[in-house]
């Protein structure tokens, strides 16, 4: 089987980060800490560390494992906490699956800097949206 690792499509380009992980229930993801995502002062913004989170974890309950075949999903309630300033060269962004069931599932995400540092947490709630089949699955 090949990898369950989508291509980028333009948001994830735009912010610049990879999927560096993603398997049943987890997905991690790499941010780099570039200039145009800082806030006025100059550290990266709020909004790209709930991006990263929601992102992380929509992957992490979206799991198929058959590049093939997406699992669509909607965020229905996203909260992040902010707990620290990001340092280093990037951000590792990690989203597990915690719990659902047929129509809704349960996610946590955390953000840490290079140094291990925890920056920011997250929890989500996301409901299925049923399945899409690709012919190209990159």
């Not at 380009?13 to 999927?19: C, H, I, N, P, R």
Request: hydrophobic share 35%; aromatic share 8%; net charge neutral.
């Amino acid at each position: 089987m090949t990898s369950p690792i989508e291509a980028s499509y333009p948001f994830q380009e735009t912010l610049g980060f990879t999927v560096t992980e993603w398997t049943d229930g987890a997905c991690t993801l790499k941010q780099p800490l570039l200039d145009h995502l800082g806030n006025r002062y100059r550290i990266l913004h709020g909004g790209v560390h709930a991006s990263l989170m929601d992102t992380a974890m929509g992957f992490a309950v979206a799991y198929t494992g058959d590049p093939a075949l997406r699992q669509l999903i909607m965020t229905l309630s996203l909260n992040v906490s902010y707990l620290g300033v990001a340092t280093g060269a990037h951000v590792i962004a990690t989203g597990r699956k915690t719990g659902g069931g047929r129509s809704t599932a349960f996610a946590t995400g955390e953000i840490h800097d290079e140094t291990g540092a925890l920056i920011a947490t997250a929890t989500g709630v996301f409901r299925y949206r049923g399945t899409e089949q690709r012919t190209d699955p990159k």
